[in-house]
């Protein structure tokens, strides 16, 4: 279990923080309600308050960098006392330009209650902030008219070519007949006296043909005032007429000296568009050093308090990248078996053992079949079975070791697919009224879930066998089905059996298959068993009987067994016998044993084709007689790439049958090429020249019967049963070492 390990506990519990956060980051980009061209208000506000030629006053701030112990909780409520008319951010007024960034600073600035305008900084411009900034506030460069003067707002940031923004500042400012002019711009063309803290080359106005025909333009146009940020520092020059102003204090890091202080500034201009300002220094009696972590405390809070979403977000993914490093690095593993493993105290005892399945007998099929099998094998050598599975009509009246399910809903044509009622709480009391030793699991899903969901519960194992690959029967499922069959099916395996002790897989090639995907469960290779001597005991009269049925004189006989589905592939088989009674003129009969869904449509295809004396729709067969059809039989022909055995083909070559097979996972390790049969790949003409060589070739067709029956004698249900109680016995050996630490012995 998960809580037994806090390690692991705790990653999932950081991916889980990870999913949520990612899940609200989108939340507040996508649904929550928008704020747009927040300074087409903001000037509105403005030209309302301001009559021409009138006295006004406002703010200059600079580097807000979303602060909120100073900016929020001490400069806006000053503001809001001091009788100002208006705001404006010379820029930085957020710390980044990441969506939370800007919506904390619209917080923060519903508390003025006098207008605001923004100039476009660079932090403003980082992490895609130009985007934001624009459908947020407006455009990166602009100009508005306040009372008698005019007030000039430019991008220093690169995202607006400056050639442009010089052309467009000279027209205007040529046309212009303001008193006063004031501009704002982020970045400072001039590089003050002060020693700046932490400054960097790139703080200051690039490139230099831009800072030069901007000082141009504020000399020949008479611009009164030019106010900048991104310095942590209040700095003025004089230059001609024109007063340059850097001011970095409202927010941020600074070093509470004499020069990098925090701070605004007061800007009055009169009745005749004379500018004067000064210098509002905030008030901090300190001593020196508590002065400068006081700064630090509330940048670094500044930063939490707009960015504690980030924070924690990149705390939780370093977090569980560590975890998992360390789980990787730290913790050894041991990638070979446990050879120190003792299964022969469960193996000296008799078994108690459940299964659950989605389809079992009466209807017909592989994992039916192979169910029945295994519990009869395990009952001849004395353990308790009880099968869990749909009820169906036709079923034995007396069951002892069956739990019969009532269905939620019969699928397919004649209902042959029966979804369970998993709810039924008296299914979980009847298994653990059985008392389990394990648990064994015939499907990834529904009973095969609730099994898992007992086993994990009642604390025993759990074994999945994989018996069917499931990316073939997409056409079953209400999915896209691309999606299904190349996603959605591989995970539900790999999930589903990662979750359980053990998997038991009826080849090497299926084995593969599930290490490809990711399945890390260990997994036992265990062919599953046939009733080989049943094949031996067949009666010759029963044989000719059958032959005299159906009406077969000296054809040779071709046999199959499958379900009549899509995922069978047997419209291959028609189409190539359609091909070969063309090219052969000994004569062949084709009998297809076996029902389902498709049955009618098979029927019209092979009449269509005239192939009714060459290819016959058995039907179902019951199990009881199915070896004396096999041993009607001179060949067998299969074509299905949906199995991970093909069973009937081990059952055909225990009758002494050739195989002609599809090469699939299922069939590569069991069809030994020129020894018990051929297998080709899924084209027609191979497949049909390998049926021709076993029908014109008797020598080769008896050498080959001989063989592949020498080959399925090894498949026995007695020793696939005996194999899977070995497999059993382990998985509760290394459950108990991993519950307690070491091999404890049952009693």
């Known amino acids: 279990m998960i809580f037994r390990n806090p390690l692991k506990l705790l990653f999932y519990l950081c991916l889980l923080v990870v999913f949520l956060l990612v899940g609200y980051k989108t939340y507040l980009n996508l649904f929550t309600e928008d704020f747009e061209g927040v300074h087409t208000e903001q000037v509105e506000r403005i030209y309302q308050a301001l009559e021409p030629g009138e006295p006004f006053s406002f703010a200059v701030v600079g580097n807000i960098n979303n602060s909120v112990g100073i900016f929020e909780d001490r400069i806006i409520p000053e503001l809001n006392r001091s009788g100002l008319d208006f705001l404006v951010s010379a820029g930085n007024a957020v710390s980044g330009g990441g969506e939370d960034k800007y ?438 009269k029963d044989v000719e009987q059958l032959r005299e049925k159906l009406k077969l004189r000296n054809e040779k006989v071709f046999v199959s067994v499958s379900r009549l589905s899509n995922e069978k592939n047997i419209d291959f088989m028609i189409e190539a016998i359609d091909a070969l009674r063309r090219e052969t003129h000994v004569p062949f009969r084709f009998l297809m044993i076996g029902d389902g869904h498709q049955k009618d449509r098979l029927q019209k295809k092979i009449e269509d084709l005239g192939l009714q004396q060459h290819f016959t729709l058995v039907g179902a067969v019951p199990p009881d007689e199915m070896a004396i059809w096999y041993r009607l039989g001179d060949a067998f022909l299969f074509a299905s790439i949906s199995e991970t055995q093909g069973m009937v083909i081990l059952e055909a070559m225990a009758a002494g049958l050739p195989v002609v097979a599809v090469r699939s996972s299922g069939i590569e390790d069991v069809v030994r090429h020129g020894f018990n049969g051929f297998k080709t790949p899924e084209k027609q003409d191979q497949w049909r020249a390998q049926v021709k060589k076993l029908l014109e070739d008797d020598e080769l067709r008896e050498k080959l019967s001989e063989q592949a029956l020498e080959f399925a004698r090894d498949y026995s249900v007695e020793q696939f049963a005996q194999d899977v109680r070995t497999i059993y016995a382990t998985t509760l050996a290394m459950a108990a070492k991993k519950r307690k630490g070491s091999i404890i012995h049952p009693e």
């Open 103 to 540: 919506r904390a600073l619209y917080g923060t600035l519903s508390h003025l209650e006098i207008p605001y305008l923004l100039t476009f900084g660079a932090h403003e411009y980082e992490d895609f902030g130009s985007f934001r900034f624009y459908d947020h506030f407006g455009p990166h460069f602009f100009s508005i008219e306040a009372g008698n003067s005019r007030l000039i707002f430019l991008d220093s940031t690169g995202k607006t070519p400056w050639r442009w923004q010089i052309r467009w500042l000279k027209d205007l400012l040529a046309q212009d007949t303001s008193r006063a002019r004031i501009l704002f711009i982020g970045h400072p063309p001039l590089h003050p006296d002060e020693n700046a803290p932490f400054d960097q080359k790139d703080d200051y106005l690039a490139p230099p043909e831009f800072r030069d025909a901007l000082l141009a333009a504020i000399r020949d146009h008479g611009v009164d005032r030019v106010f900048s940020a991104n310095l942590s520092l209040y700095a003025e020059e004089q230059i001609g007429e024109t007063t340059f102003v850097t001011t970095g204090g409202a927010g941020g890091l600074v070093m509470n000296n004499d020069t990098s202080f925090y701070h605004y500034v007061r800007v009055n201009v009169d009745a005749d568009g004379e500018v004067s300002h000064s210098l509002q220094r905030l008030k901090v009696g300190q001593h020196p050093i508590l002065k400068r972590l006081e700064s630090l405390w509330f940048f670094i809070y500044s930063l939490f308090y707009t960015g504690y979403l980030n924070f924690i977000l990149i705390v939780a993914v370093f977090a569980a990248i560590a975890i998992k490093l360390y789980g990787a690095i730290f913790i050894g593993k041991d990638y070979y078996p446990d050879y120190d493993l003792d299964p022969s105290p469960w193996l000296d005892k008799p078994m108690r053992v459940a299964m659950f399945t989605n389809n079992y007998l009466p209807f017909i099929g592989g994992v039916p079949i192979s169910i029945e099998r295994l519990r009869r094998g395990l009952e001849a050598l004395g353990d308790k079975l009880l099968v869990v599975a749909p009820r169906y009509k036709g079923q034995p009246e007396t069951e002892s070791h069956v739990l019969r399910v009532p269905s939620l809903l019969a699928m397919g044509e004649k209902r042959e697919f029966r979804l369970a009622n998993i709810f039924l709480g008296r299914i979980r009391k009847r298994v653990r009224a059985f008392k389990p030793d394990i648990i064994h699991l015939h499907h990834p899903f529904w009973l095969g879930s609730l099994g898992l969901f007992v086993a994990r519960t009642l604390n025993i194992p759990a074994i999945y066998t994989y018996h069917t690959r499931l990316e073939h029967y997409a056409h079953f499922v209400p999915l896209p089905g691309m999606l299904f069959r190349n996603l959605i099916s591989h995970a539900l395996i790999k999930r589903f059996a990662n979750k359980c002790d053990g998997v038991i897989v009826p080849t090497y090639s299926t084995e593969e298959y599930l290490r490809m995907i990711g399945v890390k469960t260990p997994t036992f290779v265990q062919p599953t068993g046939i009733e080989y001597h049943k094949f031996q005991e067949v009666q010759e």
